[in-house]
């Protein structure tokens, strides 16, 4: 399948705050012509298909509901799963990091923060190269689908 165009990228850290929203802790640059909203809504996917606290059954119903709501054929599907594999074990090695981090402190020193902040950036470049993957290994059909929830919601913003 053919590149569908653009890319995304995380600039500069903002925030030291662990598991805080997106915009509050990250600037999301997006190279191209695609804006912020576009990763926004990937970024959701992404964290559904690829997530370590939902049972498989729910993450299944869920791939299944992307068939029907996105028109994914088959190929597509299947590399939303396996990219859904892919950030399952992220998410994993990214919380046993933070759970050996704060074993046993009652506070954490300002080092630690820097760690946890490193962590966040690890996952948010995670998305950023997943949905990449995702909208380069789709039909330019399929990407604009998955591209039209993000700017559906900035609209809505902005009004």
């Given amino acids: 399948m053919g590149n569908s165009g ?21 600037e ?33 119903a869920y791939e299944s509901s992307l068939v029907l709501q996105l028109g994914f054929n088959t190929e597509e599907s299947a590399a939303v799963h396996t990219v859904g594999q892919t950030m399952k074990t992220t998410l994993a090695q990214l919380r ?12 954490l020193a300002p080092a630690d923060l820097v760690t946890l902040a490193n962590i966040n950036a690890q996952r948010e470049q995670a998305v950023a190269t997943l949905a990449n993957q995702i909208l380069n290994n789709v ?19 902005k009004n």
């Fill in 28 to 60: 999301c640059t997006v190279l191209g012509s695609h804006p912020q909203s576009e990763l926004k809504y990937l970024r959701f996917l992404l964290l559904n298909v690829g997530s370590i606290d939902h049972s498989p059954d729910s993450v299944a």
């Fill in 6 to 26: 653009g890319e995304f990228r995380d600039s500069t850290l903002n925030s030291d705050f662990l598991f805080a929203p997106p915009e509050f802790v990250f």
């Fill in 139 to 157: 039909r330019p059909i399929t990407a604009t689908r998955l591209r039209s929830p993000g700017h559906i919601l900035e609209k809505a913003i």
């Fill in 96 to 107: 046993q990091s933070t759970q050996a981090l704060v074993a046993g402190k009652a506070t």
